[in-house]
């Protein structure tokens, strides 16, 4: 179980700068964030440790803003003057993709809180077999 939490951790740990390039915009930052998600899956299954709404409600809101801002910035085309709709899109991509990126750090501190954890809870395990052990 230890290896898996640490593998996780390292995952998690290569996880959070694609999650960051997805704060770019909704072209080039939407295929990292759709890169990031599926490796917060990998993270998830591989360390079994629950993922934080912080994670992956910003997740899927960042994917839907993202596509709709492409869907209506593609009526636009070529680069007229924008409405404000669009840009209120946009706005709301990078609030999620942001969130989104902060959800993964707390994602990643939580996997190596509960792997302090269960250390420590093995090492009084162990205290305890030991004394057990002993005469007297």
Request: charged share 15%; glycine share 8%.
């Amino acid at each position: 179980m230890r290896a898996r939490r640490i593998a996780g951790l390292v995952l998690g740990i290569l996880t959070v700068p694609v999650l960051i390039l997805g704060l770019m915009d909704p072209v080039e930052g939407g295929v990292a964030l759709l890169v990031g998600g599926v490796l917060l899956l990998l993270v998830f299954l591989v360390s079994r440790v629950p993922m934080p709404r912080l994670v992956w409600i910003p997740w899927l809101s960042a994917l839907a803003f993202g596509a709709a801002s492409l869907v209506a910035v593609a009526q636009y085309w070529p680069w007229r003057e924008y409405p404000w709709w669009i840009w209120a899109l946009v706005i709301g991509y990078e609030l999620a993709a942001a969130v989104t990126a902060a959800g993964g750090v707390v994602y990643v501190v939580r996997i190596a809180r509960r792997l302090r954890r269960d250390r420590r809870e093995s090492s009084v395990a162990e205290l305890a077999h030991e004394d057990a052990q002993q005469p007297g």
